[in-house]
């Protein structure tokens, strides 16, 4: 069987259904934080169990017959999160899992100015430490999250933000089929490559590709680190959230997010969606 952690999430939820296309759905297990989220998964025949980070007991039930467990990163940061990925795979380990997957990121490093980065490496080093058979998933960067980045420039035709560096945005639909096929396939062992789009961008392109998607001209202007974190602040935004922010282009500026890799094509067997069709999807679905 293979569990999904996080299964009610954006990217846990493709997962599944990527996996339902491949696989039986009486060989798929999700574990989620509330069960009555997941009734249509278990309709559908996959076993539904309530498990949680901070709950070893929990997660050893959702683990139950497991040969592969794919844990989605947390939501939390810093020292929680750590915590929490070192009880699931504990929790997996004791559930007798022969191998665990984990939703790492490009650029996995304990010395990124991008907090999450930090997670991803300790994460990385607790999987090698753990004795199972194991694969990192170094996701691209999400997509999903550019639209948080570009702030209101959608309705104020104005994209304000610091100076930024590309960045290889990637869906979560297209990391979801990648890592079925890994989970279905068995392919890769330990870290993998980059995965992500063909292409890496910076805020000045996506700019330009929203005024051709909107028909209508925004501007990039760019201002000081300083600037950006106090007009979060002045916003109501949590410290932890306005360093995430002001961290992520830092770490763009030095590259980190820039390195693309064919990984993700090969793996899905078609050119990952391009940021253009994103944004047209992302505006008008």
Known sequence: MIVVTGANGKLGRKVVGELLKRVPARDIGVSVRHVDT???????????????????????????????????????????????HQTAIDSAKKAGVSRLLYTSQMFSSSTSHFPPM?????????????????????????????????????????????????????????????????????????????????????????????????????????????EYRNHLTSRGLPEAMVGMLTGMFQASRLGEFSQTHPALENLIGRSPVNFTDFLKNSIYQ
């Open 38 to 84: 997941a009734q249509d998964l278990k309709e559908r025949g996959v076993r539904v169990r309530q498990g949680h980070f901070d709950n070893s007991e929990s997660l050893l039930h959702a683990f139950e017959g497991a040969s592969q467990v794919l844990l989605i990163s947390s939501h939390s940061l810093g020292d929680v999160a750590v915590r929490q």
């Open 118 to 226: 930090d997670v991803h490496a300790a994460t990385e080093e607790m999987l090698k430490a753990s004795g199972v058979a194991f694969t990192s998933l170094r996701n691209g960067f999400y997509a999903a999250s550019a639209m948080m980045w570009m702030g209101d420039a959608l309705k104020t035709r104005e994209l304000i933000a610091p100076k930024d560096g590309p960045v290889a945005w990637t869906t979560h639909s297209d990391l979801a089929e990648a890592a079925a096929v890994i989970l279905t396939e068995q392919t890769y062992d330990g870290i993998t490559p980059n995965l992500t789009a063909s292409e890496a961008i910076d805020m000045d392109t996506i700019a330009s590709i929203a005024s051709n998607v909107l028909d209508r001209p925004i501007r990039r202007i760019v201002v000081s680190d300083d």
